[in-house]
């Protein structure tokens, strides 16, 4: 996956959050059964060189994992979490076979709400700002003092 609007429909999917990572998982509905996979680490989780590592790691597992367990015809995006680096290999592994098997069984959690997108309620846009108050000084302001 490499178009940002790919990401935003699998947000949309069902979600089963891992110690590791977060995966999130949508069918496309468009008829072909390839699954495909994005992965997503953001600067919250360290340099340049932390989320690398962490995206190749992600990227052993799917090879690993997905040609068995994946779902057919959805988008897969594996979010990476702030322990995902310094996690067991095989205890990764363990928790994306059951995160893939929690959204095939139904048991995922819902698409959330809303969002933190552009736009919208809650994206920081205008805020209601109060007149200031009225200035109470018993002095006129263009006299000069006496």
Do not use: C, W
């Not at 609007?5 to 069918?27: K, T």
């Not at 592994?93 to 893939?100: I, M, N, T, V």
């Not at 139904?106 to 709400?113: F, N, Q, V």
Request: charged fraction near 30%; aromatic fraction near 2%; avoid cysteine.
């Amino acid at each position: 996956m490499t178009r940002r609007a790919d990401y935003l429909a699998a947000n949309r999917g069902q979600r089963a959050p891992m110690p590791g990572f977060v995966l999130l998982v949508r069918d496309r509905g468009d008829g072909d059964p390839t699954a495909r996979l994005g992965i997503t680490v953001t600067k919250k989780i360290g340099g340049a060189v932390i989320r690398n590592r962490m995206k190749r790691r992600f990227r052993a597992l799917a090879r690993e994992i997905l040609p068995a367990h994946a779902i057919a015809g959805a988008d897969h995006v594996l979010i990476g979490r702030e322990g995902g680096v310094e996690r067991d290999y095989a205890l990764l592994a363990a928790e994306l076979e059951k995160a893939l098997r929690r959204i095939a069984s139904g048991k995922g959690a819902p698409p959330r709400e809303g969002g933190r997108g552009r736009g919208g309620r809650g994206s920081g846009g205008s805020k209601r700002v109060t007149p200031p108050a009225p200035h109470n000084d018993p002095a006129p302001r263009n006299e000069p003092p006496a």
